[in-house]
């Protein structure tokens, strides 16, 4: 009988992880502030935060890593050479979740089951990276994104809940 390395995986972030807010893309549905002729979004747009689809926004656990130390890769202290590190933070999500480039990760503190924005950073992936095992069975995505976070006010983060699913609406403001 051999490991099930999914659940293990699940069950270190069941023990060690963290709550997320998750902005995801409705591709199906363009926000009110895209533009068919420039084929653009409105990058300050409150709505869908410059994304250009209406959001989707759910919680999802898990952990983080800020790879920013050079030393970590080689073993040895010292300056890395060219780009070879592509992003310095990255988020390791359960094989289930769909994330998809350009989609941003709210990284929130909880009062209960309550999100709290408390200017932690918004984050805008980058790419994917599926992590494969035996067989080639999806384990868990290590989800790179871009360096520098964007900070927004959110004044408030709003829990909906819709056909049985918890969503989450961000209001942004002073």
Not at 59 to 77: E, K, P
């Amino acid at each position: 009988m051999g490991i099930d390395l999914s659940q293990s995986f699940n069950n270190i972030l069941d023990e060690y992880g963290y709550n997320i807010l998750l902005v995801s893309q409705n591709k199906k549905k363009h926000c009110s502030c895209w533009d068919e002729k420039t084929q653009s979004a409105d990058r300050k747009c409150p709505f869908c935060y410059g994304l250009g689809f209406v959001p989707v926004i759910q919680r999802h656990l898990v952990r983080d890593m800020d790879s920013s130390d050079s030393s970590s890769y080689f073993g040895t202290q010292g300056n890395i050479i060219g780009d070879m590190v592509i992003s310095k933070r990255f988020y390791f999500f359960k094989n289930n979740v769909k994330v998809q480039e350009n989609d941003l990760i709210v990284d929130v503190d909880w009062a209960g089951e309550k999100p709290v924005y408390k200017d932690r950073g918004i984050y805008q992936v980058s790419h994917i990276d599926p992590q494969r095992f035996k067989h080639g069975e999806l384990i868990f995505q290590k989800v790179h994104v871009k360096d520098n976070p964007i900070y927004k006010h959110i004044r408030g983060i709003k829990i909906v809940e819709n056909a049985g699913k918890i969503f989450y609406q961000l209001a942004e403001g002073k």
